[in-house]
């Protein structure tokens, strides 16, 4: 309940707040993914679980009361808890003064299904802005299953060295055509995953990001895979320190919305603004200026987003003396412009898109 009230009042993140209460519980494993669920579960259905309770509440709660209520709602509409353990439990957390009101909407809840909701974007609880962007980018049954799919948990996968990486992010560092030997500049490399990876064919990687601690932990995740080819720096991507012409390929994995990460990003959805995306999409443009001079001849543009929208991966300009490269990445992409997009109901993983380039001159 402590995460659940840090994240709804004081703008915690779902995934740090969580590790953090989670780490001293000295719960089980089971309980542990019960917790995760529940935090997770109740910050991404918060839209649709306020809808079932406000069916049942004339006046409005406290904020602290508010958020047992979503947690209580979402155990007995999506977590499959049986009625009496959801309710038992979510009221023996109330304050004393507010035991009855939740008890009393929460046995509502129970009683009374939702027959029909107010919106799609309410069922699915996400902010109306981001489904009309969905819907008049992939069309309605493309957005409907993404949004549908980013409601579930992630799938986890594993690299050989033991790295826990999605397999849209491993596609992304494997599109990079390095080889032994080569250099290759990662310009927003935190927390170090693709330069890592890229490391590990035995290239040469600047693992640059522009934050110390950000580089801080590109420093742990190499140490951590013996990632011994990989060299974190701390770099302004947009105005780079590093010399015209002196790597063989560039990757930027740019800062962006992050619409295509919401099933492992909890509470991003009530995050992101529409006003975000403009300004997202301005400082990628820069980024992607800054870096395409330090390619040299021959070499790759490598330019990647984890959002599905044009406005912040097709849409950009790439500087003169590049042409895409048009053969198929590995992975699951489908064509989109220049580049190549997966969806996340397409194979399981994170929205993507990915862009490569060459230099011809």
């Not at 719960?27 to 109740?42: A, H, I, N, P, Q």
């Not at 490391?199 to 934050?211: P, S, T």
């Not at 950000?214 to 951590?224: F, P, Q």
């Not at 990632?227 to 560039?250: I, K, L, M, N």
Request: charged share 20%; hydrophobic share 45%; net charge negative.
């Amino acid at each position: 309940m402590r995460c659940l009230q840090r994240i709804d009042h004081e703008g915690a993140y779902a995934n740090l707040v969580t590790a953090a209460e989670l780490a001293d519980a000295g719960l089980s494993e089971r309980d542990r993914k019960f917790v995760t669920e529940l935090v997770y579960g109740t910050t991404r259905m918060r839209r649709a679980c306020d809808t079932l309770i406000d069916r049942f509440v004339s006046q409005q709660p406290s904020p602290e009361v508010r958020t047992l209520l979503r947690l209580g709602a979402y155990q007995l509409h999506f977590a499959g808890v049986p009625a009496h353990a959801a309710v038992g439990e979510t009221v023996e957390l109330a304050p004393i003064r507010a035991r009855g009101f939740v008890n009393a909407v929460l046995r509502r809840v129970s009683d009374t299904p939702m027959t029909q909701w107010p919106s799609e974007a309410v069922r699915l609880s996400y902010p109306d802005w981001i489904v009309q962007r969905l819907v008049a980018e992939l069309g309605e049954a493309e957005a409907m299953a993404t949004l549908a799919i980013m409601n579930e948990p992630p799938e986890v996968t594993e690299r050989d060295d033991g790295y826990t990486q999605d397999l849209g992010s491993q596609w992304v560092a494997s599109a990079v055509p390095a080889e032994e030997g080569e250099l290759v500049l990662d310009v927003c490399a935190a927390p170090g995953g693709k330069a890592t990876a890229i490391a590990g064919i035995g290239a040469v990687v600047i693992a640059a990001d522009l934050q110390p601690q950000r580089v801080g932990l590109i420093a742990s995740n190499i140490v951590r895979v013996a990632a011994s080819t990989a060299f974190p720096v701390v770099a302004d991507a947009t105005r780079s320190p590093f010399r015209a012409g002196c790597a063989d390929h560039v990757l930027i994995d740019a800062p962006c919305s992050g619409l295509g990460t919401l099933r492992r990003r909890a509470d991003a959805r009530w995050r992101i603004q529409p006003t975000d995306v403009p300004e997202l999409a301005a400082l990628q443009q820069r980024i992607i200026d800054a870096s395409a001079p330090l390619v040299k001849v021959g070499g790759t543009l490598i330019y990647s987003v984890c959002t599905l929208l044009a406005e912040e991966s097709i849409a950009h300009t790439v500087p003169v003396g590049f042409e895409p490269i048009t053969d198929q990445p590995f992975g699951q992409w489908q064509p989109y412009g220049d580049g190549w997009r997966v969806l996340p109901h397409d194979a399981g993983t994170d929205g993507m898109v990915l862009i490569r380039y060459r230099r011809t001159s």
